[in-house]
């Protein structure tokens, strides 16, 4: 039988597009880890190691959950990912399983398991479910990807010329609101907002969802101040891990590494 007591919620068949091919490590920062820790920091670390906690999705001794999401989401968005790393085109399911890979990382962060728990704890401490995010999961999980389904998925790529990636981290997406005119009369103007989403495929490619229909499916991005202001963003969103392919990828970060640690 599997040994499912290790649930990733930053999938391993993800982490191994940052990883060494011989070694399986990633290069990896903490934002907390303090300089006087004897670990260096960023260090490298196994893809078993980053994104994970024991007994996570487990609801009791049941890991049905996480066998759900390694069969039905994770399995086919791992060879979803291979397809857009070679650039190939996408049919609607394709396109459909990117969406859900976001879904599913928005819907299954502990951090909602630790702020669900402490809602339903105030509300009645005598009836708390075990592990509401486990509970929940799989209808956050389906509501999420309708939404994300309303809009068009485009693929930034970096040419394997250009010498900067992108990085992830334990969070592996932003979110980006717009505002937008709907109504305008003369009188006032009535607004309505939008989350336009990034999420980071590889290295090399990164998702992003939006209403605009682009003309062309894959793109790319060769604006390296872009690409670091997109990196920053999600230096801003990780509660704590990032992940790269080296550790020269945290150079253009130092100084906020330095007032973080401070």
């Not at 670990?39 to 890991?63: A, F, M, Q, T």
């Not at 605009?212 to 963003?233: L, M, P, S, W």
Request: hydrophobic share 40%; with cysteine; net charge neutral.
């Amino acid at each position: 039988m599997v040994d499912n007591k290790n649930n990733h919620y930053v999938p391993e068949f993800y982490l191994r597009y940052w990883a060494n091919k011989l070694t399986n490590k990633v290069w990896v920062y903490s934002k907390v880890q303090k300089s006087s820790c004897k670990k260096p920091n960023p260090s490298e670390l196994h893809v078993r190691r980053v994104c994970s906690e024991d007994y996570l999705y487990w609801i009791g001794n049941d890991p049905a959950i996480e066998i759900w999401a390694g069969k039905n989401v994770e399995t086919i968005c791992g060879e979803v990912f291979k397809k857009i790393n070679n650039k190939d085109k996408l049919d609607e399911k394709s396109v459909l399983f990117a969406k859900a890979f976001l879904a599913l990382s928005i819907a299954r962060h502990p951090s909602l398991k630790n702020s669900s728990e402490k809602i339903l704890r105030a509300a009645s401490p005598e009836t708390i479910p075990i592990n509401p995010l486990a509970q929940k999961l799989r209808k956050h999980f389906e509501l999420k990807l309708a939404e994300l389904n309303q809009l068009n998925l485009q693929i930034l790529c970096i040419p394997d010329e250009i010498n900067t990636t992108f990085i992830t981290s334990d969070v592996p997406f932003f979110i980006f609101p717009i505002r937008k005119e709907t109504t305008p009369s003369e009188n006032e103007e009535i607004f309505q907002d939008r989350n336009y989403y990034w999420f980071p495929i590889s290295p090399k490619r990164i998702g992003f969802l939006s209403e605009k229909e682009h003309t062309a499916f894959y793109e790319d991005i060769t604006d390296f101040a872009r690409i670091q202001n997109i990196n920053i963003e999600f230096y801003m969103m990780a509660n704590d891990i990032l992940v790269a392919t080296n550790s020269e990828s945290f150079e253009s970060f130092k100084d906020i590494f330095a007032e973080s640690a401070s």
